[in-house]
């Protein structure tokens, strides 16, 4: 299985090379891409030179231009997947199905994914984006259990790729508007969600309290692990009740079911976390590269270590596991 | 982690422009360097971050398009759009991508206030300048440069732990 | 202006049991004034059970009332159990579809179809694929602001375009029930407690700000997407649906109030003053229209 690894900046294009990337994915520093924060992502000339430095080592480069095409404005992404092909981009990700009929039309020799913004959660929807558009691949939403990674892979029209390690969407990926709700920024238009324009981390006595726009999103006690204020991860108050009303702030990991992803015939492996820094690119992709060449006894003790990196330094398997519905 | 209280002690009588003067040398040595942390900054750049260690007597503001800093005595009022607060050795380790911010962050370590857009965009452009201070600062030292290199190093071993080494 | 525009009844998000259900039907079969209405469960599987038996009846009124109905499908599907139930609805014949999800699509290809918010229409292009491939209308998705409505209207504008102009906004739907979960269940064994909260389960910020509701594995917004001054203006751009999604008031008279704005009877802030006693105690919103923040209500008059 391949090992898909982010990169928000070209210094962590560079350690994810280092570490054992097999794949590398980063998208363009404007709208265009799910991780559009301030700082981040990479110029024109930056993807040339990262693509060109993966290439010399034998490590392809997936483009993201994953969120939803503004009308009047779809130059912008037209731009971007023809600079991605020109650029010599292993594989555009996309979400929006008339950017895929663009690409399919204007470069149908481009090899193009299907990003998990898309949400293709079963056999049918991956039928319609292989046969409309191309798609050689497909990222699967995080709303699937394991049984279901593996059917759905079974019946798939095209390669899956499935997130193992990273941030967690608790809702179905682009397909929510939760953040445009509060703040008007969204992940489909605007490539942000809970974007940080709109946080803000006040401290009241020993509590920290999270806000994003107008409303209160997390209070963490005096020690408590804190958290970035995404929406569904936040503590609210709900019939007579306080707690975590959608998902604790935990990262997903699923990293003990290597296995059965593998059996399933996933094609690869993906890490979240474009927007984290190289240092937590290195020492993820490391680890993880060292767990899937080990035997699956000692994988625990190896992952373990990267629980401290995580958003709440917790993790969780998520949709992945039956339960957690 | 954290500098001794007998440092912060041997350090509060200090005059302001004996910590002023060498950081302003400092910041001008780092943005020499990595021209493009100012790129990814953007209109970020504009804006004044105040970094506040909690283990010594000062707090520095910094205004990097403008190259500009000052030195305040702690406690004393600052104008600033964002603060972050820490101790000093772990903001350095910061800005060198040492460690990873979101994770210092979660473990409340490092507590930030202000404008998260410019916070976000500073660790952002840090993370890919690839800092090196005791390098960065030496190549700006002249022919002082292998006393810095040695200098900063040492200090660097004394207080990173071997993770973040 | 020519005919008046449609108005389309959306399909009821929340779980109304069986004869709550269908007798909300009747009514609006006999009484509303809206020329389309989408019936089915378009939120959660686990519910079909609860109305399939009056479905029929309900179906039968409506045609008989003069309504053109749409049967709308699941939005998140993947189940086998739900790709079963969504084949067996899509075996009917002669019926024209609300798709909820790509994977309907691909089923439909070549039969009469309708493109519901559920789906990403955030442009033109998508909107022509869509319509190329049998998509009567296309109702854009809720987050939309008037300036991309009106441009995707002015370069498709072959298309029949649709947006949502009464409800509550659909703003989330995850794998995961987060409406058992805080009623002490999980999904699997979730007694259908969503049943209890015919108009969603709030949710409030911890300083007990109301924020958002809770429908079984959606959330919805707490406030109500009330579009009223802006009708007129959707209507020059060429929009020619509009949508009322149910929520727990008397939908026959919010139908009689749009229709009357629509049909020029009723002066939009006339419409707008019935319409908050109509549906008292809940806030209007129409912040996403005017590209802000979804939960704000600008005033547009």
Request: with cysteine; net charge neutral; glycine share 8%.
């Amino acid at each position: 299985m391949e090992l898909i690894c982010p990169a928000g900046t070209p210094a962590a294009y560079r350690e994810a090379l280092e570490a054992g990337a097999d794949a590398i994915y980063c998208g363009f520093a404007d709208e265009t891409n799910a991780r559009n924060f301030p700082g981040l992502n990479f110029s024109r000339k930056e993807m040339a030179q990262a693509i060109e430095l993966g290439r010399a080592r034998g490590v392809r480069s997936f483009i993201a231009i994953n969120t939803f095409m503004r009308a009047g404005d779809e130059r912008i992404w037209y731009d971007a997947v023809d600079d991605a092909v020109a650029l010599g981009a292993d594989a555009v990700i996309l979400a929006d199905t008339g950017l895929m009929a663009y690409t399919a039309e204007k470069h149908p020799a481009q090899r193009l994914h299907v990003s998990v913004q898309a949400a293709a959660s079963n056999p049918e929807a991956i039928a319609f984006l292989a046969e409309g558009f191309g798609a050689k691949r497909v990222v699967l939403p995080r709303v699937l259990t394991l049984d279901e990674v593996a059917a759905l892979t079974r019946k798939s029209a095209c390669e899956t790729e499935v997130f193992v390690f990273g941030g967690l969407c608790v809702m179905a990926e682009g397909r929510c508007s939760l953040s445009s709700y509060a703040t008007g920024k969204s992940p489909n238009m605007d490539g942000v969600c809970s974007p940080a324009s709109h946080v803000r981390y006040r401290n009241d006595g020993d509590t920290l309290v999270s806000e994003l726009g107008a409303y209160t999103i997390n209070r963490f006690g005096p020690g408590e692990a804190a958290g970035y204020p995404t929406l569904c991860k936040g503590r609210f108050h709900i019939a007579e009740a306080e707690g975590y009303a959608f998902e604790d702030p935990v990262s997903l990991d699923i990293l003990d079911q290597i296995d059965v992803l593998r059996a399933a015939g996933v094609k690869a492996l993906k890490i979240e976390g474009r927007q984290r820094g190289k240092a937590y690119v290195a020492a993820v992709v490391s680890t993880i590269r060292k767990a899937l060449a080990a035997p699956p006894q000692e994988r625990a003790g190896l992952v373990a270590s990267l629980r401290n990196l995580s958003e709440g330094q917790k993790t969780t398997s998520g949709a992945y596991e039956k339960r957690w519905r | 982690m954290d500098l001794s209280p007998a440092v912060f002690r041997l350090l509060a009588p200090l005059p302001l422009a004996a910590v002023e003067g060498p950081a302003r040398w400092a910041l001008r040595a780092v943005l020499d360097r990595h021209p493009a942390l100012l790129d990814r900054l953007g209109a970020h750049g504009e804006k004044r971050f105040a970094f506040l260690p909690d283990d010594l007597p000062f707090s520095f503001v910094v205004t990097p398009a403008r190259r500009g800093l000052s030195v305040k005595r702690r406690g004393i009022a600052r104008r600033a759009d964002v603060e972050i607060s820490g101790p000093f050795f772990l903001l350095l380790a910061l800005l060198e991508g040492r460690i990873d911010g979101d994770a210092v962050f979660f473990s409340r370590q490092i507590t930030v206030a202000g404008d998260t857009e410019a916070i976000v965009a500073l660790r952002n452009a840090m993370d890919d300048s690839t800092l090196d201070l005791p390098t960065d600062l030496a190549a700006h030292a002249g022919p002082f440069a292998p006393l810095v290199r040695h200098g900063a190093s040492a200090i660097r071993r004394r207080v990173l732990t071997p993770e973040t080494r | 202006m020519s005919r008046s525009s449609t108005l389309v009844l959306g399909p009821v998000p929340y779980l109304w049991e069986g004869e709550a259900w269908r007798d909300f039907y009747f009514r609006i079969a006999d009484e509303a004034p809206v020329d389309v209405v989408s019936l089915g469960e378009t939120v959660c599987s686990k519910r079909l059970h609860f109305f399939d038996p009056h479905f029929d009846a309900v179906l039968e009124r409506l045609e008989a009332a003069g309504k053109t109905v749409h049967l709308a499908t699941l939005a998140l599907i993947t189940l086998e159990r739900e790709r079963r139930a969504q084949d067996k609805l899509l075996a009917r014949e002669d019926r024209v579809f609300e798709v909820s999800d790509l994977s309907a699509l691909h089923k439909l290809k070549g039969r009469p179809h309708t493109i519901g918010p559920l789906v990403n229409t955030y442009n033109a292009a998508t909107a022509r694929l869509y319509a190329a491939r049998g998509a009567q209308s296309v109702c854009l998705p809720p987050e939309l602001p008037m300036t991309s409505i009106a441009r995707i209207a002015e370069d498709a504008p072959e298309v029949s375009f649709e947006v949502s102009a009464f409800g509550k906004v659909p703003l989330a739907i995850s794998a995961r029930c987060a409406h058992a979960r805080a009623k002490g269940h999980t999904k699997d064994n979730c007694q259908f407690v969503c049943a209890e909260d015919p108009d969603g389960l709030p949710v409030e910020t911890l300083d007990s700000q109301p924020f958002l509701a809770l429908n079984g594995v959606q959330t919805v917004s707490h406030t109500c997407n009330v579009l009223m001054e802006e009708l007129a203006a959707l209507e020059r751009h060429g929009v020619r649906r509009f949508r009322l999604s149910p929520q727990h008031c008397d939908m026959v008279g919010v139908a009689q109030i749009y229709r009357g704005v629509l049909d020029g009877t009723l002066a939009p802030d006339e419409g707008l003053a019935r319409l908050r006693e109509v549906y008292p105690g809940v806030p209007f919103s129409n912040g996403f229209i005017h590209g802000a923040v979804g939960a704000e209500w600008i005033d547009a008059a």
